[in-house]
């Protein structure tokens, strides 16, 4: 269980990029700095997600990371920050393993997707896929995370009632439905919002996120305004890797606006229009692109190389980066 100072937050969060040397080793003081700098803007810390090429790693990799960007966001005054990572992998031993290493390593919280690799077998056997999730929970010393990510699990997608009936579990504290489906989060959280729900798990949740609440979380920042309209708690977006001071400032004005506030709400939506157009760039050029856009905009090298398979930036993409991600960049510098 994380110490008190270290809920999550909610609102929110970037899943980093892992940069890479010309010869795929890790650049690990880029990994530190990404983590500052996405810090310093007001965004949440996710690390080894699929951004993060995690399943590109090995396990020893994964540890050193966490323990590079915990210090990283330690020296630089965020100690209190809590640290979302990455550990899924093919089978729950090893998931379980993962998760460990991480919490050793300075993981608060855990994200775990559901594995892909024998989808063919077991994609329609929805006992085993919820029975991997709970022997996880069961089992790992830090509170956990459930990554819906179809595109990356083989088509495996859960479904609100799946993922309501995990989130029962004592120590799952949360969904990031990469699967883009508002209605679907807007089930899970009014479930898990609801009185009977937080007659369970209430004083669980109090002490891992600061909310309160289950996170219920987006993979995109384009649908933030509706998201959060549907009792969302947040978002996690590679966009934000980009542009986090933007996106920040799209979730506060967001929060005023439907709170009440007719001018924050009429500039989170003049926001929610630029983000929704800078998302779609970013979905369509990749990680690849993401770093690209990093070490052009931002600093040469803190985005890096990738890791085969994951091949070079085409020069398609840094061109649209160029062209499509100039006006938001003008944008970002300007908050």
């Not at 209190?80 to 300075?106: F, H, M, R, Y």
């Not at 949360?174 to 009014?190: D, F, Q, Y």
Request: proline share 5%; charged share 20%.
């Amino acid at each position: 269980m994380p110490s008190p100072s270290r809920v999550w937050a909610g609102g929110p969060s970037v899943p980093l990029v892992t940069p890479f040397h010309a010869d795929e080793t890790i650049d690990f003081d880029a990994l530190g700095k990404q983590a500052v700098r996405l810090a310093k803007a007001g965004m949440g810390i996710v690390l080894l997600g699929t951004n993060g090429e995690a399943s590109h790693l090995s396990n020893e990799e994964r540890k050193q990371a966490t323990v590079v960007v915990r210090k990283a966001l330690d020296d630089a005054g965020f100690s209190d920050a809590p640290l979302l990572v990455g550990t899924g992998g093919g089978s729950a031993a090893t998931t379980i393993q993962i998760t460990k290493e991480a919490a050793e390593a300075g993981a608060t919280h855990s994200i775990v997707i559901t594995p892909g690799y024998f989808a063919f077998m077991m994609g329609k056997d929805r006992e085993a896929i919820k029975a991997f999730f709970r022997k996880v929970f069961d089992e790992s010393p830090i509170p956990v995370m459930i990554y819906n990510f179809p595109g990356a699990a083989a088509g495996i997608d859960l479904n609100s009632d799946e993922i309501n009936e995990l989130a029962d579990h004592p120590n799952c504290f949360g969904v990031k439905l990469t699967c883009a489906m508002i209605g679907k989060g807007h089930r899970i959280a009014a479930y898990t919002q609801s009185p009977e729900y937080l007659a369970k798990k209430g004083t669980y949740l109090q002490s891992v996120t600061a909310t309160g609440n289950f996170q219920v979380l987006p993979g995109f920042s384009e649908s933030t305004l509706p998201a959060l309209l549907s009792r969302h708690t947040g978002c996690i977006t590679g966009t934000g890797n980009c542009i986090p001071k933007t996106i920040r400032r799209l979730w506060d004005t967001s929060v005023a606006g439907l709170k009440g506030d007719a001018n924050a709400l009429a500039e989170a939506l003049t926001l929610q229009d630029r983000v929704a157009e800078a998302d779609w760039t970013i979905v369509k050029a990749g990680i690849q692109g993401t770093k690209y856009f990093l070490d052009h905009y931002v600093e040469k090298g803190l985005g890096g190389s990738a890791r085969l398979p994951l091949g070079l930036v085409p020069d398609a993409i840094k061109k649209m980066i160029e062209n499509d991600l100039k006006e938001a960049w003008e944008f970002e510098q300007s908050l």
